[in-house]
């Protein structure tokens, strides 16, 4: 037998260091400007790629919330709103420099934490969130010019419960536009991704922030509850599923708080028989696939019209099975880890669809190991009534159905109690201005898909909550307005 | 497909549908403006996240001799002669004399009338020898200037032809004459294989790039090549991706293998491998082979030599420890 000639191209594992991280073994909930306390129940942060401990967190407990809600509100009262928005903005800028200086570190712990591919979290989390900062640090002198009445006033101290996706983007779009209103903020990230938000308490004492200005309270769906329902919380922010998402409505009904939420999707793609076909078909596998489909705009729908639905197809499964699974740390990895918990969540999901009469495809790709991956899926032959079409997928499966007309395709991909983001490709432009007039979504992007800009609003209608991210339309939530 | 007998005799082996295009120019017009679009911002953006793929170590050392194999080492200056050529032809032999492993390149690429010499410094090595024809760069002359100097490269001795299309007469929607003239020039450069240069830089859009591709399979050329290299954008990474997914549909529809040959402006190892991943994740590994995939370029081989002795020897040595181009 002749020895096999090499490969003439291969793609080695081009692996970024864990150290990069600068992991420790310890992290504490950031109060006051001080990484204290703590004295809640302790968890690991679990890397879902490994399922291996990546570090102990002290959670937080009912007196860390009191103690970082008085700090707020005293920083709000005399540190924060009293020095004006030229000052303000000086320390936006510094914050948005040091997460540029920091980035590569950020990176690979958000990877870490989420099983996001770094090449994602380098090129895509890190970049934005520190353009967030920059887009607020410009606001925060100008409020009188946003559109909301001559001197605005801020909603005075802030309680966020953030969810585990994109966490360090989702922190600074919150985060960057409360600062530069003059509000103060409690964050409490999403028990599996406590880390960046810590590491971002650290940052904010980096950029010399007034102590309380920024607090962060790591733990479980408790302190979230309780923080949300603090007395000392004006204004309330909830970032996560709608089904918790109207349970916080529910709780927060009558005290006399505002809440601003954002809540799920499932995002479609409509693509029309003209439509430029490689370019759909990346857009659509960009869609449901951007970090493992765990973002709540991913389009999770594919609604083609039925004259191409087959070659059109075929091209998606092509292009999806080029997507490489694998350790998130890797460089040339596409689609990174989810957690064994996740993968059982969909994989029962999965199952619903097949057992309704959806056939399922996945991708032949190779995970590195079993449990924490769900290589990209594709269910077809799905019809709008199967829980698939229904579901708020959050994860790297993508439901294909099919239109005969404009009409067909507009009502099917608006019967759905969401309302986030929608793409719509076709080469005729009437065409995708007469789709999107008719969409009931917040985003509709055309012959694009998953394409943000700190100066564009982002936010949904109906069972997508009611919160805007992005732009002047992003300071709302946190103006007395 | 076709019912009524075509009036030009449609094009052994080609599918149905494919043949009809050639039956003449009405049929020619329909099927290339009937080709669905490219959107100009997404498949930039597919081209910029493949260029993000890591090539490292080992792999980098294959990559690296894979494209040494796939240079058309080229000169194409007034100042050309014998001299230079038979200087090129050396370093395509043998590109460093430190390392004799180094694969010989893939062809020579010169003016036609100094094909004979690169013939002659060329016999017995392997290595091509392919002529630019048909009044290049421009391509601005008669059909009758342009074959003539077809058949003296081919006379000559050149294994390849790279010809020009003419792109005014494209620009102007006159695709049956670019497709006779593409068609008398294959008649006329048989056995030579023949490359067809679409100069994509002046071509005014991916949309006409594509269209210009299918033009030129459909007329019978060999390899698509982008650029002359004389116009500037010559190669880039989205135009070659276009390219690359002409020939890739050509091969699921018809079943024959055709090529791509970027040419000028790919100057560093770095540039060289992401076409190569390109080449990989577009058409596919079957076109990572020298018969399928070409360089059109001088610069690139330097570059390519010097990084492959920094990937032996773990640091990198300076230029003057490889020929210059002279």
């Known amino acids: 037998m002749t020895e096999p000639k090499p490969r003439p191209l291969a793609y080695a594992p081009a692996l970024e260091s864990a150290a990069l991280a600068r992991l420790r073994e310890h992290y504490r909930p950031f109060v006051d400007g001080e990484f204290t306390g703590g004295t809640g129940e302790p968890f690991s942060s679990v890397n879902p790629a490994t399922a291996e401990p990546l570090a102990e967190v002290s959670g937080s407990d009912a007196s860390d919330v009191d103690r970082a809600v008085s700090a707020a509100e005293e920083a709000f009262r005399q540190r924060w709103t009293p020095i004006g928005g030229t000052e303000r903005a000086k320390y936006l800028f ?42 607020y640090a410009g606001w925060a002198d100008k409020l009188d010019y946003a559109g909301f009445g001559p001197s605005p006033a801020p909603q005075g101290v802030v309680g966020q419960v953030l969810p585990s996706n994109l966490p360090l983007l989702l922190l600074a779009q919150r985060v960057a536009p409360a600062l530069a209103c003059g509000a103060t903020v409690v964050v409490k990230p999403a028990e599996r991704t406590p880390l960046t938000a810590l590491v971002f308490g650290e940052i904010c004492e980096q950029a010399g922030l007034p102590a309380g200005v920024v607090n962060v309270l790591p733990g ?45 999707g499932s995002g479609v793609n409509i693509v029309f028989a003209d439509a430029a076909p490689e370019e759909a078909v990346r857009g659509v596998v960009e869609g449901a696939f951007f970090n ?76 590195p190991h079993d449990g924490g991956f769900l290589p990209p899926t594709l269910l077809t032959d799905v019809q709008q009534s199967m829980s698939v079409a229904r579901a708020e997928v959050f994860g790297p499966v993508l439901s294909v159905l099919t239109f005969r007309t404009p009409e067909e395709a507009v009502t099917k991909a608006n019967n759905t109690p969401h309302g986030l983001a929608a793409g719509v490709w076709s080469e005729k432009g009437s065409r995708a201005l007469w ?26 209608r109906g069972e997508s909550g009611d919160g805007r991210v992005g732009g002047a339309a992003g300071l709302e939530a946190y103006l007395d307005v | 497909m076709v019912d009524s007998p075509p009036s030009n005799p449609p094009k052994a082996g080609l599918p149905g549908d494919l043949a009809e295009a050639t039956r003449d120019e009405a049929a020619l017009t329909r099927f290339l403006r009937g080709l669905p679009g490219i959107d100009a911002v997404g498949l930039e953006q597919r081209a910029a996240s493949l260029a993000g793929r890591a090539v490292k170590g080992d792999a980098k050392l294959r990559a690296i ?59 017995g090595s392997g290595v091509g020898v392919a002529s630019v024809a048909t009044a290049f760069p421009s391509g601005r002359s008669t059909i009758r ?24 007469a494209f620009l102007a929607g006159e695709y049956g004459r670019v497709f006779d003239e593409i068609e008398q020039v294959r008649a006329a450069c048989a056995p030579a294989h023949l490359k067809v240069i679409l100069e994509t830089g002046e071509l005014g859009g991916y949309d006409n790039v594509w269209r210009a591709s299918w033009l030129a399979l459909l007329a019978g050329a060999d390899f698509i090549k982008t650029s002359t290299g004389k116009v500037s954008p010559a190669a880039t990474l989205p135009v070659t991706h276009v390219l690359l997914r002409a020939v890739r549909e050509w091969r699921d529809r018809t079943g024959q293998p055709r090529g791509v040959k970027p040419a000028g402006g790919i100057r560093t190892t770095k540039d060289a491998v992401r076409y190569l991943v ?46 210059v181009d002279l």
């Open chain 1, 94 to 135: 510094r914050i948005a420099r040091l997460l540029q200086e920091r980035a590569r570190e950020l990176a690979v712990l958000a990877s870490l934490e989420t099983g996001e591919p770094v090449r994602k979290t380098t090129e895509f989390d890190l970049p934005n969130a520190a353009a967030q900062f920059l887009h």
């Open chain 1, 220 to 264: 479980g769906p408790g302190v979230g509850a309780k923080l949300l329902a603090h007395p000392g919380v004006r204004k309330a922010v909830f970032a996560g599923s709608t089904e918790t998402g109207k349970r916080v409505r529910r709780d927060l009904a009558g005290r006399g708080k505002r809440l601003t939420s954002d809540l799920g």
């Open chain 2, 145 to 168: 200037a342009k074959l003539a100097e077809v058949e003296l490269a081919v006379e000559s001795g050149a294994d390849e032809v790279d010809m020009v299309i003419d792109r005014g």
């Open chain 2, 278 to 323: 390109a080449v990989l994740e577009v058409a596919g590994p079957e076109w990572l082979t020298p018969e399928s995939f070409r360089f059109g370029a001088s610069g690139l081989l330097n570059d390519l030599l010097m990084q492959r002795e920094t990937q032996l020897d773990g640091h990198y040595s300076g230029p003057d420890q490889v020929a």
């Open chain 1, 435 to 460: 789709t999107a007039r008719r969409l009931r979504t917040g985003v509709v992007w055309a012959n694009a898909f998953h394409r943000f800009d700190p100066t564009a609003p982002f936010g949904g």
């Open chain 2, 65 to 123: 001799d894979t494209a040494i194999g796939m240079v058309d080492l080229t000169t194409l200056e007034g100042a050309d002669n014998a001299s230079k050529v038979r200087a090129l032809a050396a370093k395509a032999r043998r590109p460093d004399s430190r390392f004799p492993d180094v694969p010989r390149v893939a062809a020579l690429c010169v003016y036609p009338d100094l094909v004979s010499d690169a013939v002659a410094a060329l016999r």
């Open chain 1, 292 to 367: 493992q489909g765990r973002v709540r705009c991913a389009g999770s729908r594919l609604l083609v019209e039925e004259s191409v639905a087959e070659e059109f197809v075929a091209r998606l499964r092509a292009r999806t099975e080029s997507l490489r699974v694998g350790d998130p740390l890797d460089r040339n990895t596409d689609v990174g880890a989810l957690g064994s918990a996740e993968v059982a969540r969909l994989s029962e999901l999965l199952e619903r669809g097949v057992a309704e009469g959806a056939t399922r495809w996945t991708s032949p790709a190779a995970p």
